[in-house]
T-cell receptor
Framework: NAGVTQTPKFQVLKTGQSMTLQCAQDMNHNSMYWYRQDPGMGLRLIYYSASEGTTDKGEVPNGYNVSRLNKREFSLRLESAAPSQTSVYFC???????????FGQGTRLTVV | QQQVKQSPQSLIVQKGGISIINCAYENTAFDYFPWYQQFPGKGPALLIAIRPDVSEKKEGRFTISFNKSAKQFSLHIMDSQPGDSATYFCAAGWIKAAGNKLTFGGGTRVLVKP
């Protein structure tokens, strides 16, 4: 089982460029999440999708948009990248109402 | 505003020693407190979790202690091994809530010296 797969693993963007981070899970989970990880800040929730067809803002949504393409896929888009968005991004999924979130291996994004 | 505060940011322990990581939360509505373990280059993975109706939970060498009145919980790693060297995150959330959103602490980098 692949679990949660994120692409790409590494990316360098110039300020103002746009890009989409892809996430897919093969565990038939209802809920999916995007977190960012910064030193000393832990993981902060950007957006989540409780179930297919719904998306909601998390703690730090500014500068991001998401799309729940289907039950398996949840993408994160940066429309105009800023240096403050340099971070490691993690996608996660879980069964709705279940306790364990499964994380992908992360995307390390640098905005110069 | 960080709703879950974690300390220390890093710690070094000798093989066989005890690692202790502490977390404090603010929102009394939280009813689920997991700990995640993360190795370099990997995503976090669930290590152990506790509900507030119990004061302690043990799984192998890992123990969570929970103090509801103080709004604090801690992770104890007994007989620490070099393979335990990782970053540990505490978190808090709501079971059965739509989306099961988690609020994470800032993380503790643990280094176990052989």
């Amino acid at each position: 089982n692949a679990g949660v797969t994120q692409t790409p693993k590494f990316q360098v963007l110039k300020t103002g460029q746009s890009m989409t981070l892809q996430c897919a899970q093969d565990m038939n989970h209802n809920s999916m999440y995007w977190y960012r990880q910064d030193p000393g800040m832990g993981l902060r929730l950007i957006y989540y999708s409780a179930s297919e067809g719904t998306t909601d803002k998390g703690e730090v949504p500014n500068g991001y948009n998401v799309s729940r393409l289907n039950k398996r896929e949840f993408s994160l888009r940066l429309e105009s990248a800023a240096p403050s968005q340099t971070s490691v991004y993690f996608c996660a999924s879980s069964v709705w109402g279940d306790t364990e979130a499964f994380f992908g291996q992360g995307t390390r994004l640098t905005v110069v | 505003q960080q709703q879950v505060k974690q300390s220390p940011q890093s710690l070094i322990v000798q093989k066989g020693g005890i690692s202790i990581i502490n977390c404090a939360y603010e929102n009394t509505a939280f009813d689920y407190f997991p700990w995640y373990q993360q190795f370099p280059g990997k995503g976090p993975a669930l290590l152990i979790a506790i509900r507030p109706d119990v004061s302690e939970k043990k799984e192998g060498r890992f123990t969570i202690s929970f103090n509801k009145s103080a709004k604090q919980f801690s992770l104890h790693i007994m007989d620490s091994q070099p393979g335990d060297s990782a970053t540990y995150f505490c978190a808090a959330g709501w079971i059965k809530a739509a989306g099961n959103k988690l609020t994470f602490g800032g993380g503790t980098r643990v280094l176990v010296k052989p």
